[in-house]
């Protein structure tokens, strides 16, 4: 449960709720942004979460200046190359954090989640492995003088269930968990629980200001 008693407002966006649409290099799907009626389609976000598979050896990134941009493989192996800057390989579960004002290319067939953030809104993104039959206290703080605006749980494989509010939720393979803050706090604290006998594999994406 939360270390404190705080409001929290809980959606769970169902894997069948995801409309995927397809680009020249694959599918891709958004997950979630803010304000509720933006989309990256309209470049009016302020935070987005989405996943894309990229399905050709090369692909171009959009250019999106402004907007930092968090990238974690999810399946394959890519090279990502930030032409001028620098070029960096990423195996499963690992993150490259970059600005969209790069111009980005990729080498690779593999699938990516993404968070992206603008004006005065930022991210973190990292795993999360929780082992069959347990459980694992989440803990994160930030600097005293920002404060987290939401957190988004997304299981890749595995299920696991949380407290929150005093009420259980149960979140599957492909759902997305957001918790957006309703109070000012600059840490966060919850209790995961995998009742399974397979480890639960997932991805935690921290927004703040």
């Known amino acids: 449960m939360e270390a404190k008693t705080l409001n929290y407002d809980i959606k769970i966006i169902t894997k069948q709720e995801n409309t995927p649409t397809f680009w020249y290099g694959g599918m891709s799907a958004e997950l979630t942004t803010y ?67 790069f111009e980005t290319k990729t080498h690779g067939i593999c699938s990516v989640f993404n968070l992206m953030t603008r004006e005065n809104y930022k991210g973190s993104l990292f795993p999360l492995i929780i082992n069959h039959k347990s459980s694992h206290e989440l803990s994160h703080s930030i600097s005293y003088n920002e404060e987290i605006v939401s957190v988004c749980l997304y299981p890749l494989a595995g299920s696991f269930k949380i407290i929150i509010n005093n009420h259980s939720f149960a979140i599957h393979t492909g759902d997305l968990l957001r918790i957006d803050c309703m109070e000012s706090d600059s840490s966060v604290k919850f209790n995961l629980v995998n009742e399974s006998y397979e480890h639960c594999k997932i991805i935690v994406s921290i927004i703040y200001k």
């Open 35 to 101: 304000p509720p009626s933006s989309s990256f389609a309209k470049r009016d976000f302020l935070w987005r979460l989405g996943f894309a598979k990229i399905d050709i050896p090369e692909s171009n990134f959009s250019a999106l200046p402004g907007v930092s941009r968090h990238l974690m493989v999810t399946n394959g192996k890519m090279t990502i190359e930030h032409v001028g800057q620098y070029t960096k390989t990423l195996s499963e579960l690992e993150v490259d954090n970059f600005i969209g004002d």
